[in-house]
């Protein structure tokens, strides 16, 4: 149990376009989901934290127009990079907590963003 | 501040060598958890192990064993008879109250046969 899919795996786009990413908690509920960004031989960086039904928490530094969250349903946030720019270029990785097993997330697999 | 710190940016071993891999972290909750995951060039973190703040007890799990030392704050992980499947980056990470997650920069290790 406890699976989190993400979809696409990888984009690849244009500079100025928007991409949404989804991330999915496929056998449970999650009221709350988390997005890293991972730049290469990097470590993971919590840009935000995605509650349902209400705005996302941001950290320090990241842009909340530009990276815009949505949980709309237990079961599903998403994360649109919007007029991404080759430095968004990165790789995005969600996490979904699950309410019963404290502290522990689940990740899922990452998408791979690469803005030409 | 860095939250967690994993001194070793890479190590390098011969298959079966024992590769131990050091996590120190920084909090002044008294109620937390460390973990620790598995990044294989794959890109997907794989779990290996949670421990609460009020366990100390050391856990071993196959060829995987961890040791806990909440007097020196330190929080790790013994490969042992190392294998070339366990190259991968390994990440250290502390949940504090907010449930957030804070990695360490990771270890790169690399099992040559």
């Known amino acids: 149990g406890a699976v989190v899919s993400q979809h696409p795996s990888r984009v690849i786009c244009k500079s100025g376009t928007s991409v949404k990413i989804e991330c999915r908690s496929l056998d449970f509920q999650a009221t709350t989901m988390f997005w890293y960004r991972q730049f290469p031989k990097k470590s993971l960086m919590l840009m935000a934290t995605s509650n349902e039904g209400s705005k996302a928490t941001y950290e320090q530094g990241v842009e909340k127009d530009k990276f815009l969250i949505n949980h709309a349903s237990l079961t599903l946030s998403t994360l649109t990079v919007t007029s991404a720019h080759p430095e968004d270029s990165s790789f995005y990785i969600c996490?979904?907590?699950?309410?019963?097993?404290?502290?522990?997330?689940?990740f899922g697999p990452g998408t791979r963003l690469t803005v030409l | 501040a860095q939250k967690v710190t994993q001194a070793q940016t890479e190590i390098s071993v011969v298959e079966k060598e024992d590769v131990t891999l050091d996590c120190v972290y920084e909090t002044r909750d008294t109620t937390y958890y460390l973990f620790w995951y598995k990044q294989p060039p794959s890109g997907e973190l794989v779990f290996l192990i949670r421990r609460n703040s009020f366990d100390e007890q050391n856990e071993i799990s196959g060829r995987y064993s961890w040791n806990f030392q909440k007097s020196t704050s330190s929080f790790n992980f013994t490969i042992t008879a190392s294998q070339v499947v366990d190259s991968a980056v390994y990440f250290c990470a502390l949940s504090e109250h907010d449930y957030k997650l804070s990695f360490g920069a990771g270890t790169t290790v690399t099992v040559r046969a």
């Open positions: 996490s979904a907590r699950v309410e019963t097993s404290g502290n522990e997330q689940f």
